[in-house]
Every structure is written in C-alpha cells, then in structure tokens.
C-alpha cells in the first residue's frame, strides 16, 4: 500500500475516534470533574501505549530532544485535553468539536513559522474555508458557561498547534509510538497531581457508564488515536494532517446526534459544507504535490 493512500487512511480512523471522544466526554461531564476526566484518560492510555512501545524502548533520546518530549507532554496530551474537556462540560459535545477545527489554521501557520513549511495558495484557500466554517458553526453562544467553554476549546487549538509541530521534528528522528508514549508519560506528571486535587474537591459520581466511557477514552481517544495522529504526522507534513480536522467535528456531530439528542441549527449545515470543501482541497492538493515531487 501506498504511503499517501496508507496515511489518508489512517486520519480518517483518528478523526472518527477523536470526533466519538467528545461525545464520550460529554456523557461522563456530570459525573467527574474535567481534570479528573483527563487524568484517567491519559492513565489509562498508557497500558496500550507501553505495549505497542516496548520494541522501541531501547531507543536512545538525545539530550537536546528531551524539552521537546517535555513540550509534547505539557502541551499536547496536559493542557490540551485539560481545555477540551473543561470545553465541553460547559458546551455541548458538537460545539467544542466544531471550535476545534480551527486548528488548521494554529498548526499550519506554526509548522511554517518554526518547521519553515511551504504555504502554498490551495492550502491558504483550505485555512480560509476552515476559518469560516468554523464562524458560521460557533454562532448563538446562549450563555456565559458556554463562551467560556469555546475559549477553553479556542486556547486548546493553540497548545495542540505547538505539540504538533514538535510532533513533526521529534518523529522525524524516533518512532511514532515512543513519541506518542513518552509525551503521554510526561503529561502524568501534571495530571496525576491535578487530578487528586480535582476529585478531592469536587463531587464524583462512579457507575458502569463511567467506568466503560473512561476506558475508551483512554484506549481508543488516548491510545490508539494518539499513535495513528503522531503516525500521520510521520508520514505527511504537519499542515496537511492538520487540514482534515473538519472530519472531527462531522463524526462528533452524527454520533452527537444519536447518542446526546443534540440538535443542530441551519447554520450547523453551511459551515460543514465550507469545512468538507477544506478536506477535498486537502487532499487534492498533496497529491498533486506528491506528483510534482516525484517528476
């Protein structure tokens, strides 16, 4: 199989579980506390990760590598889901989705700023048609809670901008899943501490629906997502992977549909029509990059 092919393949499974992690988060939201949900989350995902790592542990990090896995860690898989799921207990699960695919725009402009990626007209177009999809869908806050919410998802696409460009440069030198793991394993050192004091503060509520929601957060949200993502990231640049984020809110939708009865409005529509249009530019593009490199 084909890299392109192979790697197209593999964001379309990331976008559908992390578009079916904000539904999961929203059904355990009045059960735990956001910073609890986190925690577990990223606990959990590091029975999966070990597993799927142990071939590589043997790989020696240099020194000067160390901050950015720290970075990965701190930004990516901390402050991110922290802010995703603080996000989404004060906003639905289709609307924190939705703000989130604004980080086309954070992860391309940054990947040519520090990665010094190329910028070209189509995929300027792409940030263009993500930016206003993204406006016409986060229309209508109806309450305070709920803007404070898209900030907290709004500041998140900033820190997930950062951790994927140190994504791009770390698994250019180490496997995808050490990387994946490693900054999980970094994130537990402010999780863990976070966590305690969260639960220790704040009401928790534990049933079978929780207990099965936080495991497939972990395994399938945390684990497996997060080593197809930092995969793709391998694979393809970092403002091309980034560009398929409206798949996320898509699937999150649907399932946000079924499983929460959330409803949507008309202008729910019109920006999934701009944000879809985004992901066929995308891929229409690097192929023809991928040809271009190879005549």
Known sequence: ??????????????????????????????????????CLRCSTAMVPLLLMARPHMGAKIDLEDWKYFVLVGALGYFATFFLIQLGISLTGATMASLINALNPVS??????????????????????????????????????SEIL?????????????????????????????????????????FHIPVGIVSAATQPVHVSLKVVLVILYLGFCGSGLAQYTWTKCLSMLPASTCSLFYPLQPTFSALLGALLLQESFSPTFFIGLLLISLDVVLSTWETQRLSKAEKS
């Open 149 to 189: 919410g898209m900030a907290a998802v709004l500041v998140s696409v900033v820190t997930w901008g950062f951790a994927s460009v140190y994504m791009r440069r770390l698994t250019a030198k180490y496997p995808a899943i050490l990387v994946t793991t490693y900054g999980m394993a970094v994130s537990l050192i």
């Open 1 to 38: 199989m084909e890299t392109k092919p192979r790697s197209f393949g593999l964001l379309f499974v990331t976008f559908f579980i992390w578009g079916s992690v904000y539904v999961g988060g929203k059904m355990v939201a009045g059960d735990l506390p956001p910073a609890l949900v986190a």
């Open 107 to 144: 992860v391309t402009i940054l990947a040519a700023l520090l990665l010094k990626e190329r910028i070209t007209p189509v995929k300027v177009a792409c940030l263009a048609l993500a930016l206003a999809g993204t406006v016409v869908i986060t229309q209508g806050a109806g309450s305070q």
